[in-house]
Structure formats: structure tokens, C-alpha cells
């Protein structure tokens, strides 16, 4: 039985460890806001299975967050009582939503869709776009603005289809377009 709760605290503990580069910010600013942005699309996707579409929250970037631990992410699922099953259906979806680059999000089932567009927008959220500044301190500013205007563009052409999402952070897409210095045509309309 999916316990997501037990997930949720174990990705927490393993977010803390100092080997996880973003071990300082990751789980407050980006995955629960995750959970939050997915939480609130349950009104509008009642038949989507949000029990595993939150699994997926802790679990979509624990390869990245276990990266220098020696831990295999399949193993902290059986480890907090996944069965086979569920292993797989979360396998299943992950491999979905990490191929936003290759394929079409928007053909993709309703549980990939809701939890990759809440990870796109989670990144206009919070401190989240500015944490890359911090840590990347020695590359030329033309460098990073650079690097965050191809992930922004990419995040909003290819990981964010829900329409709710869409309309709901378009302003805040722009903002973040000016940051890295696509300006509007005018400032004053």
C-alpha cells in the first residue's frame, strides 16, 4: 500500500544530507511546493490518480538527491513499503516525465501532464530562480542568463500543459523572460 507520507520523510532526510548539492533549499522550495501546485489541481483532474502522482513528487528527482549517497531510488521505495506494483507504475510514469524533452507531454497520460507541469512552474516559484545564481557564483552573468533563458523557455514550451498552469503563471513567465533580458516590446502600455 502507497504510503506516501513515509516517502515524503524519507526524501526529507535524504534532501538534508551535505552530499546532495541543494541539500539547503530543495525539499521547502521546490518539492513541496511540487505537492502544493499538484494538490490544488485535484478540483479540476478528479479522475486523475493523485495518490501516485504524489509519490511522484518525492520520488521524480531522487536520483539527483541521492546522486553522491551509494542509494538506488527504487530501494527507498521498497524501503518505505512499496510493492512491485507500485515500483513500477511510479517507473512507469517517471520515464514519461522525464522524456519531456523527446516526446509530446500534451499525448502523454493525465498523471505525467499535472505532475510535469507542476515541476515546471514550481521552478518560477519561491526562491527558486534566483538559487541558481548563488550557486553557480563564478560563471559570467551572460553565461547563466543564458543557461536559465533555455530552461525557462524549455520548461514553459515542453513541460507545462495544464491550461490552469498555463494562465495562472504567464505573468510570472515573463517576469522571469525579463530577468534574463527578453524584454517586452514596451514597458509602459
Not at 28 to 56: T, W
Not at 102 to 109: F, P
Not at 150 to 170: A, H, Q, T
Amino acid at each position: 500500500m502507497i504510503d506516501n507520507l513515509k516517502l515524503k520523510k524519507r526524501v526529507e532526510k535524504l534532501c538534508t544530507n551535505e552530499n546532495f548539492v541543494h541539500h539547503e533549499w530543495y525539499f521547502k522550495y521546490h518539492l513541496e511546493l511540487v505537492e502544493r501546485i499538484v494538490n490544488e489541481l485535484k478540483e479540476y483532474y478528479p479522475e486523475a490518480d493523485f495518490e501516485l502522482i504524489n509519490s511522484m513528487v518525492w520520488f521524480h528527482d531522487l536520483d539527483k538527491i541521492v546522486k553522491n549517497q551509494n542509494i538506488v531510488p527504487n530501494d527507498i521505495l521498497v524501503e518505505v513499503g512499496f510493492d512491485d506494483n507500485e515500483i513500477q507504475r511510479i517507473n512507469d510514469l517517471l520515464k514519461i516525465t522525464e522524456g519531456h524533452r523527446e516526446i509530446d507531454i500534451n499525448e502523454a497520460v493525465i498523471e505525467a501532464k499535472i505532475l510535469t507541469s507542476a515541476d515546471g512552474v514550481a521552478h518560477f516559484t519561491g526562491p527558486f530562480p534566483l538559487i541558481y545564481w548563488r550557486d553557480n557564483p563564478n560563471k559570467p552573468i551572460e553565461e547563466m542568463m543564458a543557461d536559465n533563458l533555455e530552461k525557462l523557455k524549455r520548461d514553459w514550451e515542453r513541460k507545462i500543459v495544464i491550461p490552469e498552469l498555463k494562465k495562472s503563471f504567464e505573468g510570472r513567465y515573463n517576469y522571469l523572460l525579463e530577468l534574463r533580458g527578453i524584454y517586452p516590446d514596451k514597458f509602459i502600455k
